[in-house]
């Protein structure tokens, strides 16, 4: 079992950066891939980031390709989203979430651990 915690979140202006983390207790940390999910208010939970295993395979939604950057230190049981040139339509909760399939990154229903979240408001 894993357990996730998100940290980072904050109010940042347009055009400002956040760097959130996801830290995971136990020792099986690196047998998951991570993704990073939001969800804003009134609107239904979309696919943000999300990294394998090792680190060697990431994917991204198209709108934050370009912007934001997944890695991941599994020394310290960490991964990160490194979130540069943020838009107002960034606002949401993040929240990340383990899986150990790989079958699906994109779609959140097949991630097994998810941590509480971490609110980020980005100001115009």
């Known amino acids: 079992q894993v357990q996730l915690v998100e940290s980072g979140g904050g109010l940042v202006q347009a055009g400002g950066s956040l760097r959130l983390s996801c830290a995971a207790s136990?020792?099986?940390?690196?047998?998951?891939?991570i993704g990073w999910f939001r969800q804003a208010p009134g609107k239904e939970r979309e696919f943000v980031a999300a990294?394998?295993?090792?680190?060697?395979?990431?994917y991204y939604s198209d709108s934050v390709k370009g912007r934001f950057t997944i890695s991941r230190d599994n020394a310290k049981n960490t991964v990160y989203l490194q979130m540069n040139s943020l838009k107002p339509e960034d606002t949401a909760v993040y929240s990340c979430?383990?899986?150990?399939?790989?079958?699906?990154?994109?779609?959140?229903?097949?991630?097994?651990?998810w941590g509480q979240g971490t609110q980020v408001t980005v100001s115009s």
């Open positions: 136990g020792r099986t940390f690196s047998r998951y891939n």
């Open positions: 990294i394998s295993r090792s680190g060697g395979i990431t």
């Open positions: 979430a383990a899986d150990s399939s790989w079958v699906r990154p994109t779609t959140a229903a097949n991630y097994e651990y």
